[in-house]
Every structure is written in C-alpha cells, then in structure tokens.
C-alpha cells in the first residue's frame, strides 16, 4: 500500500521568506501524481500544484515550486515570498495513475505553516 | 460554477442518534468522493462514485454508514447509531472523469462532533 509522509507537524517564516515543506512517500508504481494540497482554517482544501512522476521537470506555480527526486521518493514543496495568505494546513498526497483506485488520494498528515508579518 | 457544497457545515448530536450529510458535486462531474478528516490526520478516503455507481467503499466504512448518489448527482453520506468515534470532518470532492491527474476539488466539509 501507498504510504505518504509529512515528518514536519509545523513550521514559520517570516512575511517575504522562502519556506519548504518537506514529503516523503512509499510506492511501487513507477507512474503516478503527486500533489500538495492547501487547507486554509474552515476552509475547503484547494490544489497548489501537481507532479506527474514520468517528467523529471520539477512542476511549478508562481511562486510555489517543488523538488521532485523520484529515487528518494521525495517531493518538498517551496513557496517563495512567503505571504500571510500562505498560512494553513498543507498536505502532500499520492494518486497512482493506472489501475485499481488510481481516483483516490492518499494523504499525509499535514504541516501546518504559520507565516509571520 | 459554485464548488462542491456541503451542509449542514456543522453538527452535533448525541451518540446513538443517525445523522445525515449532503453534497452538491460542481455541476457534470461524473466522479464524487467521501474522504473523513479527524484533528492531526489527512483525510481518508472512505468511499467512491462514478455517476450513481457506487464503486468501492472503504473498509473504514462500517455498515453504520451508507451513501449514495441517486441519478449521478448530489450524494449523502448517513451515519447510524452514531458512535464518539464518528466525530470528524467529511469531505466530499468531485471530478470530471478523463484520466487520473484530472483535478480533485474539494468541498469545506461537514463536522461531526457526537457527545
């Protein structure tokens, strides 16, 4: 079974500061998609970027990119220009692409970023 | 386009009491998806549709729970005799079936608090 790891329960920066959120997974599969998810509080969880396992270019969205290592099983996230709407709950998750269950996501257990002006 | 709606955002009820939630998917997305959210964890997937089909459910799913989706649209998720253990968010998100990296959304969630 597909394993997703967020070994950092919590994390700041500062207001115009770079932060990376570290993820670790477990699989199998050698083709799947990654994705960090962003859960502001009472809010619902929006997408903040997704990474196909078969591009070795590490995917990026403005001023959130990733470091995809895929013999590590790794896959941090950097948001750049840290801004107070960055705070909340953050959460890697793991989709398989083909098979059985390739609609459901497996998640971590959250970071949560709190972001200081 | 309004989201994913769910209602009610909160409930509380006592142990022993069914309850029932809600989901309005975003419009024509043919896939929907239960996921339950307790405090310090992920969410967790807990059962799956594809239109009006219901195609696997989560063994985190008792036979207290059961959902549905008549004619491919809104979804509930009841709970019966509901436990203190039941007490956590239910998330539902829909998406438009093409392949696999088609983009999840998910709703805000409905919190169950059973005293």
């Known amino acids: 079974a597909q394993t997703v790891t967020q070994s950092q329960p919590e994390m700041s920066v500062q207001e115009a500061e770079t932060v990376t959120l570290s993820c670790t997974y477990d699989?199998?599969?050698?083709?799947?998609?990654l994705f960090w998810y962003k859960q502001p509080p009472s809010r619902q969880m929006i997408l903040v970027i997704r990474?196909?396992?078969?591009?070795?270019q590490n995917a990026t969205e403005n001023r959130f990119s990733v470091n995809f290592q895929k013999a590590a099983k790794s896959f941090s996230l950097k948001i750049s220009d840290s801004q107070l709407g960055d705070a909340a709950m953050y959460f890697c998750?793991?989709?398989?692409?083909?098979?059985?269950?390739?609609?459901?996501?497996?998640f971590g257990k959250g970071t949560l970023l709190t972001v200081n002006p | 386009d309004t989201g994913v709606s769910q209602n009610p955002r909160h409930k509380i009820t006592k142990r022993g009491q069914n309850v029932t939630f809600r989901c309005d998917p975003i419009?024509?997305?043919?896939?929907l998806y239960w996921y339950r959210q307790t405090l310090g964890q992920g969410p967790e997937f807990l059962t799956y549709?594809?239109?009006?089909?219901?195609?696997?459910k989560s063994r985190l799913l008792s036979d207290r729970f059961s959902a549905e989706r008549p004619k491919g649209s809104f979804s509930t998720l009841e709970i019966q005799r509901t436990e203190q253990g039941d007490s956590a968010m239910y998330l539902c998100?829909?998406?438009?079936?093409?392949?696999?990296?088609?983009?999840?959304?998910f709703g805000e969630g409905s919190w169950l608090t059973v005293v």
């Open positions: 998750a793991y989709r398989r692409t083909r098979g059985g269950s390739n609609y459901k996501l497996t």
């Open positions: 549709f594809q239109n009006e089909a219901q195609l696997e």
């Open positions: 419009s024509e997305h043919n896939r």
């Open positions: 699989t199998s599969e050698s083709d799947y998609y």
């Open positions: 998100a829909s998406s438009w079936d093409s392949f696999s990296g088609n983009t999840i959304y």
């Open positions: 990474q196909e396992a078969y591009k070795q």
